[in-house]
């Protein structure tokens, strides 16, 4: 009886803490095993009040579908309170095999609480049974993604577009919310998406069913080469309410809210390649419908006066991708570098518009010049031929201005003297004497008093010119453009050189962005990564948006490589780094 007693009291005494919990976090997951299409439940929960600061962990070898979703509870057991806050996470594997899943931590009281690892089998996608009552099924059903292309047919060079679609059934579902997962690529096709504006969506058909549905992308697409290419789908998470068949006491549809990846799959393009038959010699590229012109805005000119020859293609087709050919001068028609100016119009058929090169020429002589005429060719899409267009020669006037050194040349007959000892050597009796008295004195003549106030004369000339280079040094900005616009040059001068010649000029231009560097900063940039330069140079104080800029033609350098490149291109690479490297030395 007193034994009984005993242990009675010593229960009672040590009660309190027996009912006392223990600090647990511990992450538990819905199932061990799974098919790499299906999905788990992930929750970490801790058993104590105060958790701050929890940090997932890095869930790399899922895709995170929702999350994190937080819950707390307040409970009693046999008259003790208890307390549980969880996070959770919605998971789909990206790959099969053993996946261990790391601890997660969160801070309590000042320490640092982790929770256990999880280990996760991924298996071979399973076939998941199609509950036609299943809400995620009936949602799956019922909204469609969908890659709507052009033409599936194109020859090499033919922009072709690609337009996003999201449709909807909106009599028995209901989209909540979407997020891109998965974006599409373009091996093998030079692209440039068109904006999209926001819009509440379209009425519109759908396998012989009324839809809503929006655009969510649109892209121009031009093949580089023929064969089978891959466009890779693009895959977005759909979050929708379905319908349950219930109404709350309100009398309003009760629906479930499910998650489930729609994506369009994949597309393959077959892309013809262009006839070699009366392929043209001068064909460099250009596919589509074009004009061609080589026009000028003047046909006679002054002395010292300069004439713009402006060479345009204009019309329909892959514009961004044309070649412009070259005009050939005549010896003393001095032709400058062209200015290069495009004027094209993105539209979901293509590209529209004009491309010209403008020439400055000028006349180094008098005289009349003839420009030969230029021949451009294109393949032309409407009649699936290649076409020609010649301009017509022009011709350039210029009455005035200094003659040619041969046209002043006095020409002489010049006979050959022949040598014999024995000849009496010829002495001319006949010489032009001028008399001393009628020549000019110098002295107090008109050249006299010109030379004696010239001096004078050369001050206030003097002085301007001393006051115009006050102001340009005074010019600090206007210096130090002029100096990195030098200095871009004079980096960039190898590069320029090798347009037109694809590897030497990336090359070239690569090895001109590293020596700037390596000037610049004193940095041997020949080991280093580019996040290594982006930390340089953010340190150097240059904005995010120039270091982008530069890292984009490193970038372009290595692209281009390996892809197609024209002469246009090439260019106009050339001019992003001139640019760059300016700008980073004026915040330098």
């Keep these: 009886m007193f034994k009984n007693i005993h242990i009675i009291a010593i229960l009672l005494f040590l009660g309190p803490s027996l009912w006392a919990q223990e600090t647990s976090f511990k992450a538990t997951v819905s199932k061990n095993r799974l098919g790499v299409n299906e999905r788990l439940r992930i929750t970490f929960t801790i058993n104590k009040q105060g958790g701050d600061n929890f940090t997932a962990p890095n869930f790399k070898d899922f895709t995170e579908l929702a999350g994190p979703m937080q819950a707390t509870n307040f409970f009693e057991f046999n008259g003790q309170k208890a307390f549980e806050m969880a996070y959770s996470y919605t998971l789909q594997p990206k790959r099969k095999g053993v996946i261990t899943i790391p601890s997660a931590s969160i801070e309590l009281n000042g320490k640092t609480i982790k929770s256990n690892t999880v280990k996760i089998t991924v298996t071979n996608a399973v076939e998941i049974p199609k509950d036609p009552n299943d809400p995620k099924y009936i949602a799956s059903q019922n909204i469609h993604l969908i890659a709507e292309v052009s033409n599936s047919n194109p020859y090499v060079g033919e922009s072709i577009s690609v337009v996003y679609k999201i449709y909807v059934d909106v009599s028995k579902v209901n989209v909540r919310n979407y997020r891109e997962t998965g974006s599409p690529s373009f091996n093998g096709f030079w692209n440039q998406n068109i904006d999209v504006k ?224 024995k000849d009496i050597r010829f002495i001319s009796t006949n010489a032009t004497m001028v008399s001393h008295e009628d020549s000019e004195d110098f002295f107090k003549s008109d050249l006299f008093y010109l030379l004696l106030i010239l001096p004078l004369l050369s001050i206030p000339f003097g002085i301007f010119i001393g006051m115009k280079k006050q102001k340009r040094d005074s010019d600090i900005i206007g210096n130090k453009r002029r100096k990195a616009d030098k200095l871009a040059k004079k980096f960039l001068s190898q590069a320029k050189k090798q347009l037109g010649h694809k590897e030497q000029f990336y090359e070239a231009l690569e090895k001109a962005l590293h020596n700037y560097l390596k000037a610049k900063l004193q940095v041997e940039t020949a080991d280093i990564s580019k996040d290594k330069i982006k930390e ?53």
């Design 198 to 421: 926001q819009s509440n969506g379209q009425e519109g058909t759908f396998q012989g069913k009324t839809h809503r549905y929006a655009v969510l992308r649109k892209v121009v697409l031009i093949p580089q080469k023929s064969g089978k290419l891959t466009i890779s789908p693009l895959e977005m998470e759909v979050g929708a309410g379905v319908p349950i068949g219930r109404r709350s006491l309100l009398g309003n549809m009760i629906t479930r809210n499910v998650n489930f990846t729609a994506t369009t799959g994949a597309r393959t393009i077959e892309v013809k390649p262009l006839p070699l038959a009366n392929k043209p010699v001068v064909f460099t590229g250009a596919v589509g419908d074009y004009d061609f012109t080589v026009t000028t805005n003047k046909s006679e000119l002054k002395a010292n006066e300069a004439a713009q020859i402006k060479v345009q293609v204009s019309g329909k087709g892959n514009l961004k991708m044309v070649e412009l050919p070259k005009i050939e001068t005549p010896t003393g028609l001095e032709k400058y570098e062209p200015e290069h100016k495009e004027n094209i119009r993105t539209a979901i058929s293509g590209f529209s518009g004009s491309v010209y090169d403008q020439y400055t020429v000028v006349p180094q002589f008098r005289g009349k010049y003839k420009i030969p005429s230029t021949t451009f060719s294109y393949f032309s899409l409407k009649d699936k031929t290649y076409k020609t267009i010649t301009s017509d020669a022009i011709i350039i006037n210029a009455p005035e201005g200094k003659t040619r050194a041969d046209e002043n040349a006095i020409t002489s007959t010049k006979k050959n003297v022949i040598s014999n000892a």
């Design 536 to 588: 340089i140079l953010s340190e150097r104080k240059v904005d995010n948006d120039t270091i982008s800029e530069f890292i984009s033609v490193f970038d372009s350098c290595d692209y281009a490589r390996y892809t197609p490149t024209t002469n246009v291109m090439m260019k106009q690479e050339y001019e992003a780094a001139r640019k760059v490297i300016v700008k980073i030395d004026k915040q330098l």
